[in-house]
């Protein structure tokens, strides 16, 4: 079993749409969690953490839940520019501290 | 802003050549990195650097080498290229202490070719 499991998709959603995205993970003394974006040809660049409580920031909203050792990430109001691959990444300072990195989903969203 | 900048974008290198792979980053940062990725692949972590001088093997180091002798400058080297190393190399950077929730910056990557 993978460390760190997302659904690659692809997820098509017209513009103005809602849309989720689950990641699960394996080691439950995973201490930090993250979700990245990255662009067709570009280098990932963090899009948010995510916290134990739940974080928002504008339109995108990310949720932990360590019982069930998954996160999630939710984008309302889908615009163009929301078209990306979302990673997901998982911190565990005793796993030699590295960072370790989901597969992506891959978001399309249309005119 | 943090600037994490690798030496070529793009590189075509024939196979058997020695490749070196630079990589600099301005932030003071203990922790520096070296990925490949593929698609259907994702991140594959070759080798990271706590700190100057020290490196780690990371899960697919085979057929390469790491040099870390100042604290900014992480370099990957491929003693001798060979066609599956074709490949986007990505370099990255994190600080290492205080904090599970320190962002790891990536360099723009460099897309190698072996031919």
């Known amino acids: 079993r993978k460390e760190v499991e997302q659904d690659p998709g692809p997820f098509n959603v017209p513009e103005g749409a809602t849309v989720a995205f689950n990641c699960t993970y394996s080691?439950?003394?995973?201490?930090?969690f993250f979700w990245y974006r990255q662009d067709c040809r570009k280098e990932p660049k963090l899009l948010m953490s995510?916290?134990?409580?739940?974080n928002e920031d504008g339109r995108f909203t990310a949720q932990l839940n360590r019982a069930s050792q998954y996160i999630s990430l939710l984008i309302r109001d889908s615009k163009l520019s929301d078209s990306a691959t979302y990673l997901c990444?998982?911190?565990?300072?005793?796993?030699?501290?590295?960072?370790?990195w989901g597969l992506g989903t891959s978001l399309a969203v249309n005119p | 802003d943090v600037k994490v900048t690798q030496s070529s974008r793009y590189l075509v290198k024939r196979t058997g050549e020695k490749v070196f792979l630079e990589c600099v980053q301005d932030?003071?940062?203990?922790?520096m990195f070296w990925y490949r990725q593929d698609p259907g692949l994702g991140l594959r972590l070759i080798y990271f650097?706590?700190?100057?001088?020290?490196?780690e093997k990371g899960d697919i180091p085979e057929g390469y080498s790491v040099s870390r002798e100042k604290k900014e400058r992480f370099s990957l080297i491929l003693e001798s290229a060979s066609t599956n190393q074709t490949s986007m190399y990505l370099c990255?950077?994190?600080?290492?202490?205080?904090?599970?929730?320190?962002?790891?910056?990536f360099g723009p990557g460099t897309r190698l070719t072996v031919l």
């Open positions: 990255a950077s994190r600080r290492g202490v205080r904090g599970i929730y320190n962002e790891q910056f």
């Open positions: 650097s706590y700190d100057v001088k020290m490196k």
């Open positions: 932030m003071d940062h203990e922790n």
């Open positions: 080691n439950s003394a995973s201490q930090s």
């Open positions: 990444v998982v911190f565990n300072a005793g796993n030699n501290r590295k960072l370790i």
């Open positions: 995510v916290y134990s409580s739940g």
